[in-house]
Structure formats: structure tokens, C-alpha cells
């Protein structure tokens, strides 16, 4: 008798360190702490139009800190804290004070400033023309006037500089290979570049590109040659000359593969000063995900350049209701997507260009977990309520299998999951759903690297 009342005195105590903590803990973690604003910003002109650039600014969109920037103490632009950069064009000739202001009400939180010199314009080389010289292997032939004494002449094709030229060179000749390129040759004096002038060469052709995919290594996995399947991809460009935008599906069978999340690759997220493309667009659907992208921004300054496996996205995909755990499922380029549907195309100097598109596999995840183990000790307790407190509203550890934080099984994970845990432990809510309350496998809904289960690694 004497045991049951200390028993239920510890229920009533528990249940009373829940009741009290768990409020004060969600309120605590969901308090914000504003950062000063970027201590790096650097501005640079070209002609009239002058290029800014910055390290990331650490505020809440939509909190109290705004956020704007000034040329010579007037505001031209309200910015966000996504922003890395701002182009700034018609500029008037002379010296410019440009400020990224940080307030709060009518309080200045932080600034920081850079200077930069617009000159009166350096003329731009003239009656520039593009000829193809007929030999094996063909050669563009650029040759132009030069109005001013220049100090260097810059020649860029497709987008990237290939040569630089003493001030009074006045022609150019090269073999760039197949395909429709562009050319811009600008004049350099005292340190500023002319506007651009520019022409074409089609020299015919088809220039080769491939879209592929690329398996990643499960967490704590070595390196592998080649990779095995994982329920985590890339989505990699292989291109022989500068892409403008480029558009794709992706498709895969929703009773055994679902596409869960996405981030963006890092040579996407770094055009335009790291305001990425200019217009981006990836869509989950039912049967796939889509992917369209414009690289230019307004002025067309900025384009992808040529390369190998350059990543425009990662993917982490769930299983669906059919799969089995283990097995492998086929993914596959495709053009049925969306309303209209998504092409498969890439924009090459201006023209649309097909790429080749190769298949791949997802693995349905085989990682052995225990749901509501969110910080993969092995146990299910109060410090994993904690644990994914911490992570939602603090910016703590990211778990290592989100299936096992997905305590309700909702396929997301929310500030529902630790209160369906402190339900479970201290009011006597419903177990979690399987695998509990030992460790097993499960057709992954959200994703997991590493289950903190001995036999699943």
C-alpha cells in the first residue's frame, strides 16, 4: 500500500513538472535574438551601374527589424534577410556612399557602408563584327574601333572573360567550337569598364549537355565508387557551354517513392550576388516534383557557367504505402508534370536545347529506429520532447532520423510531435506508432540517416 502511494505521488509530481515546464519551455525556446546586421558589404561600378555585395543578415523576416539600404542618405531599396546583394543601375557620375541600415522603430540597430567612384562612362569599342573564318577547325574572327585609349580590352564568350587585350588591340580570333556563341568586348580605362559591345558566330552544331542523378552517402557512410542507392539524390547538370534557365521533371511512382524535401545547389543559390536566379519555381506533385529556373537577373549579367556536375538540387525522398524497405525504385526524367507540362530543356545563347536525361534508383530506407527517440540515445523520455524543442524553435541539433522525431505520424514535424510525447509520457497518451517500443523498420515518411538502434547503424 505504502509502495502505491509513493507511486502515485510520483505520477502527481510528474505530471506537475510537465504541466509547469513544458509552457515555460516552448516560450523560451520560441524567443527570437536579433544579430546586427552584415559587417562585410563591398560595391563595385561598371559604367553607370554599380554591384553590391554582402555577408547574410541575421534577422526575423517579419519581426521588428527592418532593413533598407541608401544611396548618399536616401533609400533606394527595403530589404530582406535572404539578401546578398543589389544592383543598382543609371548611377550618376561621381562619388557614392552606399548603406545597409538596420532599425528597430525609430532606433538604428547597425549600419555598414561602402564607397565607390561612377565615372562619366568609358565609351564602349565600336562597329564590333563577328566573322567565321572557313579552315579545319573553323575560327571566329572579331575585329571593332576603339574611340577611346584604353588601358585593356576584355573579350568575354557565352559569359565568361577568355581573354584580356593590350588598350589598342583591335581584333580577336579564336576556335570556340559548336554551337551559337555571343561575344561582348568592353574597354578598360583607369580601372572602369565600358558597356559592352556585342555579336554573334554560329558556328552549327549541337552543344552536349546531360541532366543525371547522384546518390549521397547515408550519414556516417564512407565513400563509395560507385555510390549505393540512398533515399538522398542530386540532381546534376553536366553543360559545355553557359545555361541561361533550364526546366525538368522528375517522376517517380507515389505508391513506393514520394519527394519529401529539397534545397537548392549552392552554384544555383550563388548567381546574382546570391540572390539566385531570378525566377525559380520546384514544385512536389502528385507523381514527381518539377524544377523551371531563369538565371538572368534584369540586366542579363549573370549565367551558369560551363561545368561538370554542378548540383541544381538535393532531394530526400519517403517511401510510399507499397514499399518495401531496402528495395530500390526507379526514378526518371519526364515532361508529363505540372499544367502545362514541364519540358525538359535548357536555354543555350538563347536558344532551347534538349538534354540528355538519364535514369536513376531511390532507395526505400532500411534504417532501424525507435519512434519518439528523437535524440537517438535508445530511450523515450522527457529529454526528447526537449530534443526537438530545441531543434524547432532554437536553432539545436538537427535530428538524425526525422522519422523517429514524426512521433504521430503526420509525415511532418511540428510542435504537435513533442506534445503527442509529453501526452504519451505524462497523461497517458497513445503510444507511438510502430516501430515502438522497440526498435524496427519502416517505410520512411520524412527521412532518416541514422536511427540510434544498434543493428541499424
Known amino acids: 500500500m505504502r509502495c502505491s502511494h509513493r507511486f502515485a505521488a510520483s505520477i502527481h509530481a510528474e505530471l506537475t513538472l510537465a504541466a509547469l515546464v513544458v509552457p515555460a519551455l516552448v516560450s523560451f525556446l520560441g524567443a527570437t535574438h536579433p544579430l546586427p546586421g552584415p559587417h562585410y558589404v563591398n560595391c563595385r561600378s561598371e559604367a553607370d551601374v554599380v554591384r553590391l555585395e554582402w555577408d547574410q543578415m541575421a534577422f526575423a523576416d517579419g519581426g521588428s527589424i527592418a532593413a533598407r539600404l541608401d544611396r548618399d542618405g536616401l533609400t533606394i531599396a527595403r530589404l530582406s534577410r535572404s539578401d546578398l546583394g543589389f544592383v543598382d543601375r543609371g548611377v550618376p557620375a561621381g562619388e557614392h556612399a552606399y548603406r545597409i541600415v538596420l ?25 564590333l563584327q563577328c566573322s567565321i573564318q572557313e579552315k579545319a577547325p573553323p575560327c571566329a574572327d572579331l575585329h571593332w ?54 555579336c554573334e558566330a ?4 549541337a552543344p552536349v549537355h546531360r541532366l543525371h542523378l547522384f546518390s549521397l552517402p547515408q550519414a556516417g557512410a564512407g565513400p563509395q565508387d560507385p555510390p549505393p542507392p540512398s533515399d538522398q539524390l542530386a540532381v546534376l547538370l553536366d553543360n559545355t557551354y553557359p545555361v541561361s534557365a533550364w ?8 505508391a513506393f517513392t514520394v519527394p519529401t524535401a529539397f534545397n537548392v545547389g549552392w552554384v544555383v543559390a550563388a548567381l546574382n550576388l546570391g540572390r539566385g536566379p531570378s525566377f525559380l519555381g520546384i514544385d512536389i506533385l502528385e507523381g514527381g516534383l518539377t524544377m523551371k529556373a531563369v538565371v538572368a537577373d534584369a540586366g542579363g549579367t549573370d549565367i551558369l557557367p560551363v561545368g561538370t556536375g554542378q548540383r541544381l538540387l538535393t532531394l530526400r525522398y519517403g517511401s510510399g504505402p507499397q514499399a518495401v524497405p531496402g528495395d530500390v525504385y526507379p526514378l526518371e526524367f519526364c515532361d508529363t508534370l505540372g499544367d502545362p507540362p514541364t519540358a525538359i530543356a535548357l536555354i543555350v545563347n538563347g536558344r532551347e536545347v534538349q538534354p540528355a536525361a538519364e535514369p536513376g534508383v531511390v532507395l526505400a530506407s532500411a534504417v532501424q529506429f525507435l519512434r519518439g527517440d528523437s535524440n537517438a540515445d535508445g530511450a523515450v523520455n522527457l529529454s526528447d520532447g526537449v530534443f526537438t524543442l530545441e531543434w524547432l524553435f532554437r536553432g539545436g541539433r538537427h535530428p538524425d532520423c526525422l522519422d523517429a522525431v514524426d ?12 506534445i503527442y510525447t509529453f501526452s504519451f509520457l505524462f497523461l497517458g497518451g497513445p503510444n507511438p506508432p510502430a516501430p515502438f517500443p522497440g526498435c524496427g523498420t519502416a517505410t520512411s515518411a520524412v527521412g532518416c540517416d541514422r536511427g540510434g538502434c544498434p543493428q541499424g547503424g
Open 407 to 418: 512521433v504521430n505520424l503526420s509525415r511532418e514535424v511540428d510542435i504537435a510531435d513533442p
Open 103 to 127: 532599425t528597430e522603430g525609430a532606433q538604428v540597430v547597425d549600419s555598414n557602408e561602402c564607397r565607390v567612384t561612377v565615372g562619366a562612362g568609358v565609351p564602349p569599342p565600336q562597329d
Open 145 to 198: 574601333r576603339n574611340p577611346a585609349p584604353y588601358d585593356s580590352i576584355s573579350v568575354r564568350r557565352d559569359g565568361a572573360e577568355v581573354a584580356v587585350l593590350d588598350g589598342a588591340a583591335a581584333r580577336f580570333t579564336e576556335q570556340p567550337g559548336p554551337g551559337l556563341h555571343a561575344y561582348e568586348v568592353r574597354g578598360v580605362l583607369r580601372g572602369e569598364l565600358s558597356a559592352p559591345a556585342t
Open 202 to 205: 554560329d558556328f552549327g552544331g
Open 247 to 254: 526546366s525538368f521533371g522528375l517522376c517517380s511512382d507515389p
